[in-house]
């Protein structure tokens, strides 16, 4: 099989869902990696406030993975191919991985939700992306995941206030 036989048929200009299609495969890895992220710290999570830290994780955890087929098949509806493995996540993630032994709740939080901010820059350019692709599909699902995303951000927030 060809990548031409890859081809979903569309009315989009392939050049610009090209570069909507770079920007998603983008948020794809940085969704995986903050989802694994996430779940590394919902496992390694300890302190007073164990049982609502590691709630909170799980759950962000389990948004984020639900996010990720989205992404990928609103790629294929475009005409594009996406991520294919671990490494091709790694060659394109820009969310930071998190290989310590030992983080404190307090650091885990304030990376994750420094994490979902950076994702959250990601998804308004690649909603900027297919705005000018006139992709009004993608621009329209990137509302939600930005929406859950700062979301995810502020309970991380309120989570880590001391006062």
Same mark, same amino acid.
């Given at each position: 099989?060809?990548?031409?036989? %890859?081809?979903?048929?569309?009315?989009?200009?392939?050049?610009?869902?090209?570069?909507?299609?770079? /920007? %998603?495969?983008?948020?794809? /890895?940085?969704?995986?990696?903050?989802?694994?992220?996430?779940?590394?710290?919902?496992?390694?999570?300890?302190?007073?406030?164990?049982?609502?830290?590691?709630?909170?994780?799980?759950?962000?955890?389990?948004?984020?993975? $639900? *996010?990720?087929?989205?992404? &990928?098949?609103?790629?294929?509806?475009?005409?594009? *191919?996406?991520?294919?493995?671990?490494?091709?996540?790694?060659?394109?993630?820009?969310?930071?991985?998190? !290989?310590?032994?030992?983080?404190?709740? =307090?650091?885990?939080? &304030? =990376?994750?939700?420094?994490?979902?901010?950076?994702?959250?820059?990601?998804?308004?350019? $690649?909603?900027? /992306?297919?705005?000018?692709?006139?992709?009004?599909?993608?621009?329209? %699902?990137? !509302?939600?995941?930005? !929406?859950? &995303?700062?979301?995810? &951000?502020?309970?991380?927030?309120? /989570?880590?206030? *001391?006062?």
């Amino acid at each position: 099989m060809s990548i031409a036989e %890859l081809q979903t048929p569309t009315d989009l200009k392939s050049n610009a869902t090209r570069s909507v299609a770079e /920007a %998603l495969n983008g948020i794809l /890895a940085d969704s995986y990696a903050l989802y694994l992220k996430t779940k590394n710290f919902h496992w390694h999570v300890s302190g007073p406030h164990f049982r609502d830290y590691h709630l909170m994780l799980d759950d962000q955890a389990t948004q984020i993975l $639900a *996010t990720t087929d989205l992404i &990928a098949e609103r790629v294929r509806k475009t005409g594009n *191919t996406t991520l294919r493995s671990i490494g091709d996540i790694a060659r394109r993630q820009t969310i930071k991985d998190n !290989d310590a032994e030992f983080v404190s709740p =307090e650091a885990m939080l &304030a =990376e994750l939700r420094e994490d979902n901010l950076k994702l959250v820059e990601s998804l308004r350019s $690649a909603k900027e /992306a297919a705005s000018e692709a006139r992709d009004n599909a993608t621009d329209s %699902l990137i !509302d939600d995941w930005t !929406d859950q &995303a700062e979301e995810r &951000a502020w309970f991380l927030f309120e /989570a880590s206030r *001391t006062g």
